[in-house]
Antibody, heavy 119, light 108 residues
Framework: EVQLVESGGGLVQPGGSLRLSCAAS????????MNWVRQAPGKGLEWVSY????????YYLDSVEGRFTISRDNAENSVYLQMNSLRAEDTAVYYC????????????WGQGTLVTVSS | SYVLTQPPSVSVAPGKTATITCGGD??????VHWYQQEPGQAPVLVMY???DRPSGIPERFSGSNSGNTATLAISRVEAGDEADYYC???????????FGTGTKVTVL
């Protein structure tokens, strides 16, 4: 059974940092592209970042480029999102989602981890 | 930047057909995916590459895409179909995935 479990969310002050993790199981992580998607309270879905199976291709939402860094460790079956210079508008539930190469869909999602940026 | 526009809400009586539209510039040239999200839950893929259904998704769900509009139709609507629905495409020019604004489906 495919499972994606996010962790690392919490309350952080503006300008602070957090590192989110996504633990994958039930499939071979090294064969799949992975994404982070966020959803602000009461709002819609917003794609944040994509990393290809070998980490050779990475994309970011414009508003997080230069502040967020996506990475993966296939040997550890994990994907990460390092978030720096956090802003109030980054407050959201962050989901990890599996895809293949773009433009493939997101066929499995984790349950999400809440990030709150507030003083 | 590429924008996908959905109606904020669609209301439908049980047993009828709900039609959810997703508008975008020449969206017919792109592959559209659809997700269902129930309150407090993670999204679930219900349609991919315009009209393909993942295993486990009822045949009542169907999709189409042409011109400037993609459509997700839910026939013989049930109370359990009540949820938010989002369309999605890959914007090759912007090198990013884009989600639609979302549609809340209410079963009367």
């Amino acid at each position: 059974e495919v499972q994606l479990v996010e962790s690392g969310g919490g309350l952080v002050q503006p300008g602070g940092s957090l590192r989110l993790s996504c633990a994958a199981s039930g499939f071979t992580l090294s064969s799949k592209g992975m994404n982070w998607v966020r959803q602000a309270p009461g709002k819609g879905l917003e794609w944040v970042s994509y990393i290809s199976s070998s980490s050779s291709t990475i994309y970011y939402l414009d508003s997080v480029e230069g502040r967020f860094t996506i990475s993966r460790d296939n040997a550890e079956n994990s994907v990460y999102l390092q978030m720096n210079s956090l802003r109030a508008e980054d407050t959201a539930v962050y989901y990890c989602a599996r895809s293949g190469m773009t433009p493939r869909p997101f066929d499995y999602w984790g349950q999400g981890t809440l990030v709150t940026v507030s003083s | 930047s590429y924008v996908l526009t959905q109606p904020p809400s669609v209301s439908v009586a049980p047993g009828k057909t709900a039609t959810i539209t997703c508008g975008g510039d020449n969206i017919g040239s792109k592959s559209v995916h659809w997700y269902q999200q129930e309150p407090g839950q993670a999204p679930v893929l219900v349609m991919y590459f315009d009209s393909d259904r993942p295993s486990g998704i009822p045949e009542r769900f169907s999709g189409s895409n042409s011109g400037n509009t993609a459509t997700l139709a839910i026939s013989r609507v049930e109370a359990g179909d009540e949820a938010d629905y989002y369309c999605q495409v890959w914007d090759n020019d912007g090198a990013r995935y884009v989600f639609g604004t979302g549609t809340k489906v209410t079963v009367l």
